[in-house]
């Protein structure tokens, strides 16, 4: 004798029985997840990680003659927001908001420093030093703390970065950030600091040679 339910299950449709297939398949992966952040539970689904990366090369070398003074660390908030004329946000416009975080250092370049710019007496007690001034090196963000704190994409750009080949790209604002950097490192007196630092360096170096008196100025 044939059951209702045996009746029933004759009589479903192929594509009922693919979507109970799908079902099925779906539940046993969110099962696998949740039993993976079970304490004790092998992940079902773990990826392994692999640095297949080649030795680093030397490109290049530099000789520096400069005298790092003084170093600032900043941090900005950039807020980038990128609309369409004849489109709503939703459709169309990105905005970020990004917390840059970085360090500018600023710098004597001693290597400009010329024998005429080198003045000591007959009896080596009294020196006059005339450095160029000093200047600001490039901004230098650090990425283990500049993070976005949040993205909001319209519908377009979504779809866009399903084809594009670096999504969500952070370089906008990473280039904001660090010419804001730049901007308040000019503002920061950090050049000054730098000068006298060195100005200090230079009397406790020379001092400790022998000379009693030490000038030191700056100019172009």
Same mark, same amino acid.
């Given at each position: 004798?044939?059951?209702?339910? =045996? ?6 449709? &192929?594509?009922?029985? $693919?979507v109970? @297939? #799908?079902?099925v398949v779906?539940?046993?992966?969110? $099962? ?10 092998k %992940?079902l689904?773990g /990826?392994?990680t692999?640095d297949r990366?080649g030795?680093a090369?030397?490109k ?8 790092? @003074?003084?170093?600032?660390?900043f941090q #900005?908030v950039?807020d980038?927001?990128k ?10 416009g990105?905005r /970020?908001?990004? *917390?840059? @975080?970085g ?5 004597? +370049?001693l290597?400009q #420093?010329g ?6 007496? =007959? +009896?080596?007690?009294s020196a006059t030093l005339?450095?160029?001034?000093a200047?600001l090196?490039r901004?230098a963000? +650090?990425?283990d703390h500049s993070?976005a *704190?949040s993205?909001?994409?319209g519908?377009?750009d979504?779809l =866009?970065d ?7 790209? !952070?370089?906008?604002?990473q280039?904001? @950030?660090v010419?804001?950097?730049? %901007? $308040?490192?000019k +503002?920061? &007196?950090l050049?000054?600091?730098? !000068? $006298?630092? /060195? ?7 020379l001092?400790?040679?022998?000379f009693? !008196?030490?000038? #030191?100025?700056?100019?172009?």
């Amino acid at each position: 004798m044939t059951t209702s339910l =045996g009746r029933a299950t004759r009589r479903m449709p &192929g594509w009922a029985k $693919a979507v109970s @297939a #799908v079902v099925v398949v779906l539940s046993v992966l969110f $099962a696998g997840v949740k039993l993976a952040v079970l304490p004790g539970i092998k %992940d079902l689904f773990g /990826t392994e990680t692999h640095d297949r990366s080649g030795p680093a090369l030397l490109k290049s070398i530099q000789d520096l003659s400069r005298y790092n @003074a003084a170093s600032g660390n900043f941090q #900005v908030v950039v807020d980038l927001e990128k609309d369409s004329k004849y489109l709503p946000d939703a459709i169309r416009g990105t905005r /970020t908001l990004y *917390v840059g @975080a970085g360090t500018v250092d600023a710098y004597v +370049d001693l290597g400009q #420093v010329g024998d005429h710019d080198v003045t000591v007496d =007959g +009896d080596r007690t009294s020196a006059t030093l005339r450095l160029p001034h000093a200047r600001l090196g490039r901004p230098a963000l +650090d990425a283990d703390h500049s993070y976005a *704190v949040s993205k909001q994409r319209g519908l377009f750009d979504r779809l =866009g970065d399903l084809f594009s080949d670096n999504p969500n790209s !952070e370089q906008a604002v990473q280039r904001l @950030a660090v010419a804001h950097i730049a %901007d $308040a490192a000019k +503002d920061s &007196g950090l050049t000054a600091r730098a !000068e $006298a630092n /060195t100005t200090g360096m230079l009397e406790g170096l020379l001092k400790s040679l022998g000379f009693k !008196e030490v000038h #030191v100025t700056y100019g172009p």
